[in-house]
């Protein structure tokens, strides 16, 4: 949940920062800061505190599990976006219509 928005989607990678997904097609990114509450497939019941980064044990089990679990090259991003029809990762973190 972020921003009151129920999102779903491909746990492509994590960052210092945030969760980088992919959702119908799009790419997108979600600082953790504003993650409300998460829940992914695969990976089975994980908690933390929301909007807070999670633990480094959450993180790591969640790396194993993203399509990219040993970070998101710059190349892979930019093919990403491209293939998207995006410049940059939406911002999920950003009011609706300002991202």
Do not use: W
Request: proline letters at 6%.
């Amino acid at each position: 949940m972020v921003n009151k928005r129920r999102v779903e989607g491909e746990l492509l990678a994590l960052t210092d920062t945030g969760y980088v997904l992919e959702i119908g097609g799009r790419i997108a990114f979600a600082r953790y800061s504003d993650v409300k509450e998460a829940e992914f497939d695969r990976v089975g019941p994980l908690t933390f505190k929301a909007r807070q980064t999670p633990s480094v044990r959450v993180r790591i089990k969640m790396r194993h599990l993203s399509r990219f679990p040993y970070g998101i090259t710059d190349t892979a991003l930019s093919a990403l976006l491209s293939n998207a029809g995006q410049s940059a990762p939406e911002n999920l973190g950003a009011p609706p219509g300002a991202s």
